[in-house]
Antibody
Framework: EVQLVESGGGLVKPGGSLRLSCAASGFTFSSYSMNWVRQAPGKGLEWVSS????????YYADSVKGRFTISRDNAKNSLYLQMNSLRAEDTAVYYC???????????WGQGTLVTVSS | DIQMTQSPSSVSASVGDRVTITCRASQGISSWLAWYQQKPGKAPKLLIY???SLQSGVPSRFSGSGSGTDFTLTISSLQPEDFATYYCQQANSFPPYTFGQGTKLEIK
């Protein structure tokens, strides 16, 4: 069974940092591109970042470029999102999601809540 | 970036009804469109990909159609578990993936 489990969310002050993790199991993690998608409270879905299976290709939304860093450790079946210079508008539930075929997100974690507030 | 616009933003319907949700892309995306279902407090679930392909395990009452700029998600006979919010997503022009704003399907 495919499972994605996020962790690392919490309350952080504006300007602070946080590192999210996503532990994958039930599939060959090293064969799939992975994404982070977020959802602000009561709002829609926003793609945040993507990393290819071997970390050769990395992409970011303009809203987080220069502040967030996506990475992965295929030996540990884990995906990460380092978030720096956090702003109030980064407050959201952050989901990790597996990419199926050419851009479809077929498995999602349960999400981890990041709250940026003083 | 390609903008995705869903209509309506919300819809009320009864169990057994046929419901159609529309998604329009700001430019042509061929068939690079997916539909997701999200229930409160839960992660999104992939229903349809490549505009009309049913994801494994998804009931056949869900169907998708369209290409280019205009797409539809149809639920042929609403069941109680279908009341949720639905999102479309384009994967033609990446980055970024872009989502529609969502359509909330409520019980009448």
């Amino acid at each position: 069974e495919v499972q994605l489990v996020e962790s690392g969310g919490g309350l952080v002050k504006p300007g602070g940092s946080l590192r999210l993790s996503c532990a994958a199991s039930g599939f060959t993690f090293s064969s799939y591109s992975m994404n982070w998608v977020r959802q602000a409270p009561g709002k829609g879905l926003e793609w945040v970042s993507s990393i290819s299976s071997s970390s050769s290709y990395i992409y970011y939304a303009d809203s987080v470029k220069g502040r967030f860093t996506i990475s992965r450790d295929n030996a540990k079946n884990s995906l990460y999102l380092q978030m720096n210079s956090l702003r109030a508008e980064d407050t959201a539930v952050y989901y990790c999601a597996r990419v199926f075929s050419s851009g479809w997100l077929d498995y999602w974690g349960q999400g981890t809540l990041v709250t940026v507030s003083s | 970036d390609i903008q995705m616009t869903q209509s309506p933003s919300s819809v009320s319907a009864s169990v057994g009804d046929r419901v159609t949700i529309t998604c329009r892309a700001s430019q042509g995306i061929s068939s690079w469109l997916a539909w997701y279902q999200q229930k409160p407090g839960k992660a999104p679930k992939l229903l349809i990909y490549a505009a009309s392909s049913l994801q494994s395990g998804v009931p056949s009452r869900f169907s998708g159609s369209g290409s280019g700029t205009d797409f539809t998600l149809t639920i042929s006979s609403l069941q109680p578990e279908d009341f949720a919010t639905y999102y479309c997503q384009q994967a033609n022009s990446f980055p970024p993936y872009t989502f529609g704003q969502g359509t909330k399907l409520e019980i009448k």
